[in-house]
């Protein structure tokens, strides 16, 4: 038995995530029984789609359960294993979520190699974000020479990974952003062509401007208000991928969350032909492609010619602070918490 500190799910949202949802707990762990392991937690992910899974109600997958730690992808070391599959000192990826400490049938881990990247990034570059930016833009987005791809949350691990891949490609990246800061980063460090802040008072006019021929195809992160300014400058026959809607809580109650109506989307569909796709990481098709995106991505970072960002909090206890700042635009880059800094892989 060890100790073992867990930040628990303890209420359901109102109109969004607040420090009092959440509550630290201290708990014990038992040691790892027959074909068990016990998993050290290194790394904890903090992602926008864990906001949906605070509530009850539909969604793509069950909501998180109160009075449990709460959900998140880690990456963690084995400690002690009776498991035959694994050995003490294995570096894995897991979904046990918020503690320090997870025993394991050895269900749903994936062996993580040290040599190839640093671990952390099977939590960001290389893991559910990169793959999710790269099989949605490749697969659904089929962007062509030429073409141009916006991308909103553009310094957010996923947004990155699509304008780099854009341009890879051979198609204009124009990112959007929160802060001059992040806008010089996308075309100083990450090569975007174009760099927009939503925050600027001439934010629309920005983004025609950036976009003088119409947007090919808008990769989007954030829903709402920023959604709107990009729909006018959509190109006949463009392609719309939704893969967030981090700006709008659609869990909040009718008339709080500043979106518009369906109806202008309906008629640009109409008049430019346009075509709209949601997606989520775990859908087969995109899911297929993942050696596909780990060998492109994996040669990208090993070669340079990829770059990523992380924005790291110190200790399980700052987790609920740092994800409820996720959703002002607090963090700049991979938002990761490290729980044991004194270990290394």
Same mark, same amino acid.
């Given at each position: 038995?060890?100790?073992?500190?867990?930040?628990?799910?303890?209420?359901?949202?109102?109109?969004?995530?607040?420090?009092?949802?959440?509550?630290?707990?201290?708990?014990?762990?038992?040691?790892?029984?027959?074909?068990?392991?016990?998993?050290?937690?290194?790394?904890?992910?903090?992602?926008?789609?864990?906001?949906?899974?605070?509530?009850?109600?539909?969604?793509?997958?069950?909501?998180?359960?109160?009075?449990?730690?709460?959900?998140?992808?880690?990456?963690?070391?084995?400690?002690?294993?009776?498991?035959? #599959?694994?050995?003490?000192?294995?570096?894995?990826?897991?979904?046990?979520?918020?503690?320090?400490?997870?025993?394991?049938?050895?269900?749903?881990?994936?062996?993580?190699?040290?040599?190839?990247?640093?671990?952390?990034?099977?939590?960001?570059?290389?893991?559910?974000?990169?793959?999710?930016?790269?099989?949605?833009?490749?697969?659904?987005?089929?962007?062509?020479?030429?073409?141009?791809?916006?991308?909103?949350?553009?310094?957010?691990?996923?947004?990155?990974?699509?304008?780099?891949?854009?341009?890879?490609?051979?198609?204009?990246?124009?990112?959007?952003?929160?802060?001059?800061?992040?806008?010089?980063?996308?075309?100083?460090?990450?090569?975007?062509?174009?760099?927009?802040?939503?925050?600027?008072?001439?934010?629309?006019?920005?983004?025609?401007? +950036?976009?003088? #021929?119409?947007?090919?195809?808008?990769?989007?992160?954030?829903?709402?208000?920023?959604?709107?300014?990009?729909?006018?400058?959509?190109?006949?026959?463009?392609?719309?991928?939704?893969?967030?809607?981090?700006?709008?809580?659609?869990?909040?109650?009718?008339?709080? #969350?500043?979106?518009?109506?369906?109806?202008?989307?309906?008629?640009?569909?109409?008049?430019?032909?346009?075509?709209?796709? =949601?997606?989520?990481?775990?859908?087969?098709?995109?899911?297929?492609?993942?050696?596909?995106?780990? +060998?492109?991505?994996?040669?990208?970072?090993? #070669?340079?010619?990829?770059?990523?960002?992380?924005?790291?909090?110190?200790?399980?206890?700052?987790?609920?602070?740092?994800?409820? =700042?996720?959703?002002?635009?607090?963090?700049?880059?991979?938002?990761?918490?490290?729980?044991?800094? =004194?270990?290394?892989?």
């Amino acid at each position: 038995m060890r100790g073992n500190r867990q930040v628990h799910l303890v209420s359901r949202p109102g109109n969004g995530p607040e420090l009092g949802n959440f509550a630290l707990c201290d708990s014990v762990i038992a040691d790892p029984g027959p074909d068990e392991l016990l998993l050290r937690t290194l790394w904890l992910s903090l992602d926008p789609y864990m906001r949906a899974r605070m509530y009850e109600g539909r969604n793509y997958t069950a909501p998180a359960a109160l009075d449990q730690p709460m959900q998140g992808s880690t990456v963690a070391r084995v400690v002690a294993s009776r498991h035959p #599959d694994f050995t003490e000192g294995d570096i894995v990826e897991s979904a046990h979520g918020w503690q320090e400490y997870a025993l394991s049938d050895g269900s749903g881990l994936r062996r993580i190699d040290p040599a190839l990247a640093p671990v952390q990034t099977a939590l960001g570059v290389l893991g559910m974000p990169g793959q999710t930016g790269y099989t949605a833009l490749v697969h659904h987005g089929r962007p062509q020479p030429g073409e141009t791809v916006v991308v909103s949350a553009a310094s957010g691990a996923v947004g990155s990974v699509v304008g780099q891949v854009a341009r890879k490609m051979g198609a204009r990246a124009v990112g959007i952003a929160g802060g001059m800061a992040k806008c010089r980063y996308l075309t100083d460090d990450l090569g975007f062509d174009a760099a927009v802040d939503h925050r600027a008072p001439d934010f629309a006019a920005a983004l025609a401007a +950036a976009c003088p #021929d119409g947007a090919d195809i808008y990769y989007d992160n954030v829903g709402g208000r920023v959604f709107r300014a990009v729909l006018p400058l959509m190109a006949d026959r463009g392609r719309i991928l939704v893969c967030g809607t981090i700006s709008v809580d659609r869990d909040a109650p009718a008339g709080n #969350d500043g979106s518009g109506p369906a109806q202008d989307l309906l008629n640009a569909a109409l008049v430019r032909r346009l075509a709209l796709r =949601g997606f989520v990481y775990t859908d087969p098709e995109l899911m297929e492609r993942a050696p596909e995106f780990r +060998a492109r991505v994996g040669g990208w970072i090993r #070669d340079g010619s990829l770059r990523w960002r992380e924005h790291v909090v110190e200790g399980l206890e700052a987790a609920p602070e740092a994800f409820c =700042g996720l959703f002002r635009g607090e963090n700049f880059g991979r938002l990761l918490v490290r729980l044991a800094p =004194g270990e290394t892989a």
